[in-house]
């Protein structure tokens, strides 16, 4: 039999070598030094690697569940919303205060126009 290859020793090291070829290898790397000595120093690169890297492999519970996220999100963003009246508008929740000068709600407009009567008012200011 011919040597493997580098390929197959690797795939050899990883234990993914098809089944009749499988056997093949391993006979001739049984009797082969120098194949041997490739495989052995294949093998240490692959655990110095697995030793070295985090394990990156998620379970498949962790991508059914993201996949049922994305398709419970898809159905809730595509299903319609409820009809509206094309004769009603959008009243705005925040309104510009011309007196302060800034964007707010109804309850802080209404605040600062006591505020801008009372600076009106006679004594405003003044020591008491």
Known sequence: MNHPTDDELLLLAYGEVPEPRNSDIESHVAGCDTCRATLAELERGRVALDVALPPRRRSARIWIALAAAAALAGLVMARPGPARDPIARWTPTA????????VTDRAM????????RLERERYYGLPN
């Open 109 to 116: 407009l209404d605040i600062d126009a006591q505020l801008t």
């Open 95 to 102: 309104t510009w205060s011309a007196t302060a000068g800034y």
